[in-house]
Nanobody, 117 residues
Framework: QVQLVESGGGLVQPGGSLRLSCAAS????????RGWYRQAPGKQRELVAT???????NIADSVKGRFTISRDSAKNTVYLQMNNLKPEDTAVYYC???????????WGQGTQVTVSS
């Protein structure tokens, strides 16, 4: 089993920045796609960004140019750097990880990001 723990959420003013972290522990396998999703009140959970074990990234159009995803493989940690935050970015942000070897998706507990003046 893999456990994912997010941190770094909180309150920020429009135009500000936050960095979210997601540390993985447990039974770690090498073949993974890791990502960030978010869910705002009254909306479906949506994909924000993904990163593969090879380092390839995909960023949602809604945050492209403002958010970046990265990882520190030695620490089994993935990051979401969020710049120029807007009120519409307010949501619960969830980290996930996918093992192609096990065909299993893991989810973190979520962390609240609130962008407000």
């Amino acid at each position: 089993q893999v456990q994912l723990v997010e941190s770094g959420g909180g309150l920020v003013q429009p135009g500000g920045s936050l960095r979210l972290s997601c540390a993985a522990s447990g039974s770690i396998y090498n073949i993974y796609v890791r990502g960030w999703y978010r869910q705002a009140p009254g909306k479906q959970r949506e994909l924000v960004a993904t990163i593969t074990s090879g380092g390839s990234t995909n960023i949602a159009d809604s945050v492209k140019g403002r958010f970046t995803i990265s990882r520190d493989s030695a620490k089994n940690t993935v990051y979401l750097q969020m710049n120029n935050l807007k009120p519409e970015d307010t949501a619960v942000y969830y980290c996930n990880a996918y093992s192609s070897r096990l065909s299993t998706t893991y989810w973190g507990q979520g962390t609240q990001v609130t962008v407000s003046s």
